[in-house]
């Protein structure tokens, strides 16, 4: 537009895809422009143009691997975006849908005091991860309310998607071999129960030995969690 404000822009980008459990999922991201240049108009002046932004410029989790039931650290990198307005008196506040992930320690809302022009910050929290989620991504909330040098004040939320793991765990109980003649038929037994949080999908058996078998891979199929059963 010919009417755009001098300093920093941004778009707001919609990503839908699926992902290997052929789940819809949808992200919001915003692409930021910098530095717009508009000699057409003169309205602003460069101390004040725009009103400056917060970005995520990077962020990370401690482990990568995420699983449901346990806890991780979330490591996130602010950037105020303008070249020339600081960032004062921001509140920032983490939330997640269905209470995903939920705050291991103390408040979900933190204050920071500045971040001047071009400037960032880093900031760490540590969640603890619903143990019955399945395995996909979950997004996480982050909404900033600040002001500018001007007394401006600004509202923005950023989304980041975390992938997770579910919580399996599948106990075998009494193995039971009969006994064997060289040449003959045996059989091998046992029990198997589904101690974890989520479903346990498509489960084989195979049996490894010095005999030949008769079905090297056994097909059992789902088990939901808590249900146990009895395979020969």
């Known amino acids: 537009?010919?009417?755009?404000?001098?300093?920093?822009?941004?778009?707001?980008?919609?990503?839908?895809?699926?992902?290997?459990?052929?789940?819809?999922?949808?992200?919001?991201?915003?692409?930021?422009?910098?530095?717009?240049?508009?000699?057409?108009?003169?309205s602003d002046d460069d101390s004040k143009a725009g009103k400056p932004k917060i970005m995520i410029e990077s962020?990370?989790?401690l482990p990568n691997s995420i699983i449901a039931g346990d806890s991780f650290v979330f490591n996130f990198k602010l950037k105020n975006t303008s070249r020339n307005l600081s960032i004062k008196n921001m509140k920032i506040t983490i939330s997640s849908e269905d209470g995903a992930f939920m705050i291991a320690n103390g408040s979900n809302t933190f204050y920071v005091e500045k971040i001047t022009?071009?400037?960032s910050m880093t900031n760490s929290i540590r969640l603890n991860v619903k143990q019955d989620l399945t395995s996909k991504s979950y997004p996480i909330n982050i909404s900033f309310d600040y002001e500018d040098d001007n007394n401006g004040a600004s509202q923005a939320v950023e989304v980041i998607n975390i992938p997770v793991v579910e919580y399996s765990n599948l106990v075998i109980n009494n193995v039971m071999a009969n006994e064997g003649m060289i040449g003959e038929a045996t059989s091998l037994a046992f029990d198997y129960i589904n101690m974890g949080k989520a479903v346990i999908s498509n489960l084989t058996a195979s049996v490894e030995g010095d005999y030949t078998t008769t079905q090297s891979l056994n097909y059992i199929g789902n088990i939901e969690a808590g249900n146990s059963d009895y395979y020969d």
Request: proline residues 4%.
């Open 1 to 42: 537009s010919d009417k755009i404000s001098k300093g920093s822009s941004s778009l707001g980008a919609t990503i839908t895809y699926q992902d290997e459990n052929q789940e819809e999922i949808k992200e919001e991201k915003n692409i930021y422009i910098f530095n717009v240049i508009n000699p057409n108009n003169t």
């Open 59 to 61: 962020y990370s989790t």
């Open 117 to 119: 022009p071009q400037g």
